[in-house]
């Protein structure tokens, strides 16, 4: 755990970088740090190995202060991981990967052993090892970074945007893995970066800084979007903010419509229309043998077609897009929904097998429900959306709808 | 004995003093085989630099070439072209010329092609010709280095205008070319002493051009960044 | 032309001119870091450099001839005084080109100052170190031959003795051999960058010419403290 403590940063002439920052950042999740260009998220990471210096206040990193240990040994307990990588030129990738364990005082052997661990932890290719940083792109180079900052396994690990350099693309990819490795390390990680989408999706907690070091609100993505505290938080977060939440919110809550839907050779034509007539809102679902979804047919169209012949003779309109009711969120319900030529999202499980078909009406009952859910099991737990001082523990991160486990919807959005 | 001691024994000596071999008269002739070396090294390498600044190729020639020339052995040179030429003075103005050229054109060259891009741009952008971007933006710009290339050639003249006493030349390395040859160690001290002192005053005076020639304000710049 | 005693001369040659440059390398390293260090050292060092490379090397052999004689110690003094101006400014501009993240990543992992200068530091520095020292070397060696002038045997012997001998080949041979000399020093030590630095990207074969990476950027500085 790490605490700020009435934490100020003053620099000579007057700028106020921190003021008086107070914030508790918990083991074994992901906190980031998120604001303007000179909020003093920034100064605030780098107090935390003392690359600066509090002018007032402490940090305590697992109730010690940091002040308190020798900054080298402390650093050496700390993964570092910066925009522009800071990759040595001069030494190959597997030799940067292991430069703490060999700090540290690890054999050569087994420094070099674990960079390829880490190697592949990172998704880096083994062959890289002997390269030199020159040799690499830019997103790989930023891999290496992170391995490197991983190498002698510390508990906590800083990142000053450390996708910021990199293209769109990359970046996106890198989030996700570092997504999946947290899940895997549960390390503590304090991330800063000015992208407050970049924020909402891969923190645990997000503190959101104001202009002159202090912080607005510290709290949950989902809570976030949910209960912004102010205008400034709201501002900050963009417009769009309803739906995004969404993404947090489990599509498993929505109660789908099967009885629109009919199998491709066992229903008739005529069967058919009858069930688009009086379940379907006039359109009904065709299947094939497996379920799997084949188009949406009008009861137009099926009772023009010949007596006796099979539902899936008729003219299908294309079935569009697809969810998955286990693991996508709500957000992908709707906009399925919302991309669906018939107004109407089609529910499959894993295999993409129809489960049913969804509708604006049931989407509007579910978001309500979720919604609703979600800020009871806020309330529920201690304090949620804070200002300075706020304990951000109490902003459970768990979606509020999701009954059997599904995964965070938020991340599939 | 000190070196000073030897040196002054030598130059206290009235003789020094007067005639035509005294020693203001070899230090005035040191004075001017540098300045017109110098002179001639300039009008040489000053406008070549600039235009090769100003085209933006061949810089790495220019670079490479300086610095190959430092291989080249000033006493090799100087008696090589004494021995092959009939005539003296090219003998000697000759390698104090080409000695001087190489750093005046490379401070030259390096003047021209290090102004801001963004201000050639502009200059261009404007409709200046040529000629006028030389003239009013790049050589101005490039005042500052081309001393200093001028300063760093006057150190390579006047070594070499030293040495060229062994093949017969006047000036303050006659001391010590004479006094080698007859043992007279403080004629060679003395010699020696106002070599040193001469090639100090010529840096004094060069750093004294460049505060008069260049605004202050460049100046200033150069030195905070 | 008497062949024998040639070898002899190349060998003396080369030993005045490399001498030189390493006493002036093993000066300026920690000179240069002093100067990177602390700022203000760094303009009076590169005034009192550039004051000593201003005077003739002739002058200074003489200066120091009461004191060490007609021996070699009075031809490597003065060069190796000569070599700092070129190697500090060089050592400086290679610390500097340390990029800062580089820097600012040895610190966060626990690097201590001595330790970051040492291991991350120098090793980068290496290239733009050896271009100043390919310089001094191949300056040294030529300066070298001015020494026979009072005496210090080295290839100059042979342009010395061509000149009294009115024997041209010998001038030839002599200033030809100073030449070929500096010029295979400075190779070794392009080769010796190689070794050195594999995690270089491979420039073109233009890097085997005797280039000074820093030769503007030391004028620029020069420029900077002068006046």
């Known amino acids: 755990?790490?605490?700020?403590?009435?934490?100020?940063?003053?620099?000579?002439?007057?700028?106020?970088?921190?003021?008086?920052?107070?914030?508790?950042?918990?083991?074994?999740?992901?906190?980031?740090?998120?604001?303007?260009?000179?909020?003093?998220?920034?100064?605030?990471?780098?107090?935390?190995?003392?690359?600066?210096?509090?002018?007032?206040?402490?940090?305590?990193?697992?109730?010690?202060?940091?002040?308190?240990?020798?900054?080298?040994?402390?650093?050496?307990?700390?993964?570092?991981?910066?925009?522009?990588?800071?990759?040595?030129?001069?030494?190959?990738?597997?030799?940067?990967?292991?430069?703490?364990?060999?700090?540290?005082?690890?054999?050569?052997?087994?420094?070099?052993?674990?960079?390829?661990?880490?190697?592949?932890?990172?998704?880096?290719?083994?062959?890289?090892?002997?390269?030199?940083?020159?040799?690499?792109?830019?997103?790989?180079?930023?891999?290496?970074?992170?391995?490197?900052?991983?190498?002698?396994?510390?508990?906590?690990?800083?990142?000053?945007?450390?996708?910021?350099?990199?293209?769109?693309?990359?970046?996106?990819?890198?989030?996700?893995?570092?997504?999946?490795?947290?899940?895997?390390?549960?390390?503590?990680?304090?991330?800063?970066?000015?992208?407050?989408?970049?924020?909402?999706?891969?923190?645990?907690?997000?503190?959101?800084?104001?202009?002159?070091?202090?912080?607005?609100?510290?709290?949950?993505?989902?809570?976030?979007?949910?209960?912004?505290?102010?205008?400034?938080?709201?501002?900050?977060?963009?417009?769009?903010?309803?739906?995004?939440?969404?993404?947090?919110?489990?599509?498993?809550?929505?109660?789908?419509?099967?009885?629109?839907?009919?199998?491709?050779?066992?229903?008739?034509?005529?069967?058919?229309?009858?069930?688009?007539?009086?379940?379907?809102?006039?359109?009904?679902?065709?299947?094939?043998?497996?379920?799997?979804?084949?188009?949406?047919?009008?009861a137009d169209d099926l009772e023009a077609q010949p007596a006796g012949s099979r539902a899936g003779e008729a003219r299908l309109e294309p079935y569009g897009h697809t969810f998955s009711v286990r693991t996508d969120s709500l957000r992908a319900a709707l906009d399925a929904t919302v991309l669906s030529r018939a107004g109407r999202a089609v529910g499959v499980d894993e295999d993409g097998r129809v489960i049913g078909v969804t509708s604006y009406e049931r989407l509007r009952v579910a978001i309500h429900a979720a919604e609703r859910a979600a800020d009871a099991a806020a309330g529920r737990g201690a304090a949620g959306s804070a200002t300075s001082g706020g304990t951000p523990s109490g902003g459970a991160a768990s979606p509020g709808a999701a009954a059997d486990g599904a995964a965070p919807a938020g991340r599939a959005g | 004995m000190s070196f000073f001691s030897y040196a002054w024994d030598w130059i206290k000596q009235p003789q020094q003093w007067h005639g035509a071999e005294s020693i203001p008269v070899r230090i005035v002739e040191q004075l001017g085989y540098t300045a017109l070396a110098l002179l001639l090294a300039a009008v040489i390498a000053i406008p070549l630099g600039i235009l090769i600044g100003h085209s933006g190729r061949g810089g790495l020639a220019v670079v490479n070439v300086a610095n190959a020339w430092r291989a080249i052995p000033t006493l090799g040179l100087l008696v090589l072209l004494a021995i092959t030429l009939k005539n003296f003075t090219v003998a000697w103005l000759v390698p104090l010329v080409v000695l001087g050229i190489p750093p005046i054109l490379v401070n030259a060259y390096e003047g021209v092609a290090g102004v801001d891009p963004e201000l050639k741009d502009a200059a261009r952008g404007m409709g200046m010709t040529p000629w006028q971007q030389i003239r009013k933006v790049e050589v101005p710009a490039a005042t500052p280095l081309i001393v200093l290339g001028l300063r760093t050639g006057a150190i390579f003249v006047v070594a070499t205008a030293t040495i060229a006493a062994y093949i017969g030349l006047g000036g303050l390395g006659r001391y010590i070319i004479d006094g080698l040859a007859t043992n007279n160690y403080g004629e060679v001290a003395g010699g020696a002493l106002f070599v040193v002192l001469l090639a100090l005053a010529v840096q004094l005076v060069f750093i004294g051009v460049r505060r008069l020639l260049v605004p202050a304000g460049l100046r200033k710049q150069a030195r905070a960044s | 032309m008497d062949w024998s005693a040639v070898p002899g001369y190349v060998r003396d040659n080369a030993y005045l001119g490399i001498v030189p440059a390493l006493i002036g390398l093993v000066i300026s390293v920690p000179l240069g870091i002093a100067c990177v260090r602390w700022r203000w050292l760094y303009p009076p060092v590169l005034s009192v450099t550039s004051m000593l490379y201003a005077v003739p090397s002739l002058a200074l052999f003489i200066v120091l001839i009461p004191y060490t004689g007609l021996t070699d110690t009075t031809v490597i003094i003065p060069l190796a005084l000569f070599s700092l101006c070129v190697l500090v400014p060089n050592v400086v501009d290679g610390l500097r080109s340390v990029p800062d993240p580089v820097r600012q990543a040895a610190t966060a992992m626990g690097f201590g100052t001595l330790r970051r200068l040492v291991r991350v530091e120098l090793p980068v520095a290496v290239p733009i170190v050896i271009a100043g020292l390919r310089v001094a070397v191949v300056s040294s060696i030529s300066l070298a031959s001015i020494g026979q002038l009072i005496g210090v045997y080295s290839l100059g012997y042979l342009i010395v003795d061509g000149y009294q001998r009115d024997f041209l080949e010998e001038i030839l041979v002599g200033g030809g051999l100073i030449i070929a000399l500096a010029l295979v020093c400075d190779l070794v030590l392009v080769l010796i960058r190689r070794l050195l630095t594999p995690w270089q990207p491979r420039r073109s074969k233009r890097e085997l010419l005797p280039v000074v990476v820093t030769a503007p950027a030391q004028a620029r500085e020069l420029s900077r403290s002068a006046g």
Not at chain 1, 93 to 108: H, Q, R, Y
Not at chain 1, 217 to 222: G, H, K, R, S, W
Request: contains cysteine; charged residues 25%.
């Open chain 1, 1 to 298: 755990m790490i605490t700020f403590e009435a934490v100020t940063k003053r620099y000579a002439g007057g700028t106020v970088a921190v003021d008086h920052l107070d914030l508790e950042i918990p083991d074994g999740q992901t906190m980031v740090l998120v604001g303007p260009s000179g909020c003093g998220k920034t100064t605030s990471l780098r107090m935390i190995n003392r690359l600066i210096e509090p002018s007032s206040g402490r940090i305590l990193l697992d109730g010690q202060d940091v002040a308190a240990s020798n900054p080298a040994e402390l650093r050496r307990g700390i993964g570092y991981v910066i925009q522009q990588s800071g990759l040595f030129p001069h030494r190959t990738i597997e030799d940067n990967i292991a430069t703490v364990p060999l700090l540290i005082g690890w054999k050569k052997a087994r420094a070099r052993s674990r960079s390829r661990e880490l190697m592949t932890l990172v998704g880096l290719d083994e062959d890289l090892a002997r390269r030199y940083p020159y040799q690499l792109s830019g997103g790989q180079q930023q891999r290496v970074g992170v391995a490197r900052a991983l190498a002698a396994d510390p508990p906590v690990l800083l990142m000053d945007e450390p996708f910021s350099a990199v293209d769109p693309i990359v970046r996106a990819t890198l989030q996700d893995e570092l997504i999946k490795l947290q899940a895997e390390l549960h390390k503590t990680i304090v991330l800063v970066t000015h992208d407050v989408e970049e924020a909402i999706k891969v923190g645990d907690q997000v503190a959101i800084f104001r202009p002159g070091g202090r912080i607005a609100q510290v709290d949950a993505p989902e809570r976030l979007l949910a209960a912004p505290a102010d205008s400034y938080v709201e501002n900050f977060l963009g417009f769009d903010r309803g739906i995004r939440r969404l993404s947090f919110l489990a599509a498993s809550g929505l109660s789908l419509d099967d009885r629109a839907v009919v199998d491709d050779e066992d229903t008739s034509a005529a069967e058919a229309a009858q069930v688009a007539r009086e379940a379907g809102e006039g359109w009904v679902l065709v299947a094939d043998g497996g379920r799997k979804p084949l188009g949406w047919a009008s």
